[in-house]
């Protein structure tokens, strides 16, 4: 199964539907459930902060700039 996204942060937020609530709970601590936190109610989270998660879950995380005239 391969899915691509617009934005990092498109990503994040189907990690969190799909792969974080699925974890078991012994794995949702730290990190992980402050990044949820902070993601969920928009208290603010890196886009580092989220590459670096999702790398850590098998994602390939490319970032690619245009510009165009």
């Known amino acids: 199964m391969s899915e691509s996204f617009n934005s990092i942060e498109d990503a994040f937020a189907w990690f969190l539907e799909n792969i974080y609530k699925n974890l078991p709970a012994d794995e949702k601590k730290g990190e992980l ?37």
């Open 33 to 69: 459930v402050i990044a949820w936190r902070n993601f969920t109610h928009k208290q603010g989270i890196s886009q580092k902060k989220m590459i670096t998660i999702l790398k850590r879950f098998g994602f390939d995380v490319n970032i690619s700039v245009t510009y165009k005239k």
